[in-house]
């Protein structure tokens, strides 16, 4: 049985050798994949956000808002994201 298998995979290669089934090489090398950010920067994205919510609630607060209005300043004051 052992030597029978390396014969068959002979036997393949060479019959496909023969149709011309040979793999074929890329013709231009392949990109190299794109990194998603490494943890240190979501961290640092995060921690960012934090701190910008957390000062514009300090500013809501010093200027006395409370419920719709406070919630509508530290939209305004987060900006778009």
Known sequence: MRSLLPSIVVGCLASCWAVGLTPATPAAPP???TLPASPSEVDNEAAAKHAKR???????????????????????????H
């Open 31 to 33: 990109k190299p994949p």
């Open 54 to 80: 957390t000062a514009c609630l300090k500013q809501a607060k010093s200027h006395k808002l409370v419920g719709a209005q406070r919630t509508a300043y530290v939209k305004d004051c987060m900006g778009p």
